[in-house]
Antibody, heavy 123, light 107 residues
Framework: EVQLLESGGGLVQPGGSLRLSCAAS????????MSWVRQAPGKGLEWVST????????HYVDSVEGRFTISKDNSKNTLYLQMNSLRADDTAIYYC????????????????WGQGTMVTVSS | EIVMTQSPATLSLSPGERATLSCRAS??????LAWYQQKPGQAPRLLIY???TRATGIPARFSGSGSGTEFSLTISSLQSEDFAVYYC?????????FGGGTKVEIK
């Protein structure tokens, strides 16, 4: 059974940092690209970042480029999102998401999601 | 960036009725279009990928169609559990983008 368990969310002041983790199980983590998708309170879904299966190639939405870093530790079956210079508009539930396929373009759409971790940026 | 526009924003229907949701892309996404369902307090669930392929375990009353820039999701006969918010997502180009959602509510 596929499981994705996010952690690391919380309340942080503007300009602060957080590191989110997503512990994966039930599938061959090293074979899959993995992504973070967020949802601000009462709003829609926004893709944040994707790491290729080997963790080398990464992609980011423009609004987090240079502030957030995605990484993938295949030895620990864990995905990370290092978030720096946090702003109020980063406030959201952050979901870790697994794609339905290990082959492009199926790596970019998501059939398993974690329960999400809430990040609140406020003074 | 490809902008995804969903319509209508809200669809008010009764159980048993047919629902048709639309999604338009600002430029072609070929067939690289997915649909998700999200209920309050839950993570999204993948319904359709490749514009028309149902994901594992998705009932046959859900169907997707379209290509290029115009897509639709049809629910042939609404069940009580289908009242939710639906999102389309293009995955043809980076950045990946979602539509703003269509809420299907009970009339």
């Amino acid at each position: 059974e596929v499981q994705l368990l996010e952690s690391g969310g919380g309340l942080v002041q503007p300009g602060g940092s957080l590191r989110l983790s997503c512990a994966a199980s039930g599938f061959t983590f090293s074979s899959y690209a993995m992504s973070w998708v967020r949802q601000a309170p009462g709003k829609g879904l926004e893709w944040v970042s994707t790491s290729a299966s080997d963790g080398i190639t990464t992609h980011y939405v423009d609004s987090v480029e240079g502030r957030f870093t995605i990484s993938k530790d295949n030895s620990k079956n864990t995905l990370y999102l290092q978030m720096n210079s946090l702003r109020a508009d980063d406030t959201a539930i952050y979901y870790c998401a697994k794609p339905y396929s290990s082959a492009v373009p199926g790596t970019r759409t998501f059939d398993f999601w974690g329960q999400g971790t809430m990040v609140t940026v406020s003074s | 960036e490809i902008v995804m526009t969903q319509s209508p924003a809200t669809l008010s229907l009764s159980p048993g009725e047919r629902a048709t949701l639309s999604c338009r892309a600002s430029q072609t996404v070929s067939g690289n279009l997915a649909w998700y369902q999200q209920k309050p307090g839950q993570a999204p669930r993948l319904l359709i990928y490749g514009a028309s392929t149902r994901a594992t375990g998705i009932p046959a009353r859900f169907s997707g169609s379209g290509s290029g820039t115009e897509f639709s999701l049809t629910i042939s006969s609404l069940q009580s559990e289908d009242f939710a918010v639906y999102y389309c997502q293009q995955y043809n180009n980076w950045p990946l983008t979602f539509g703003g959602g269509t809420k299907v509510e009970i009339k």
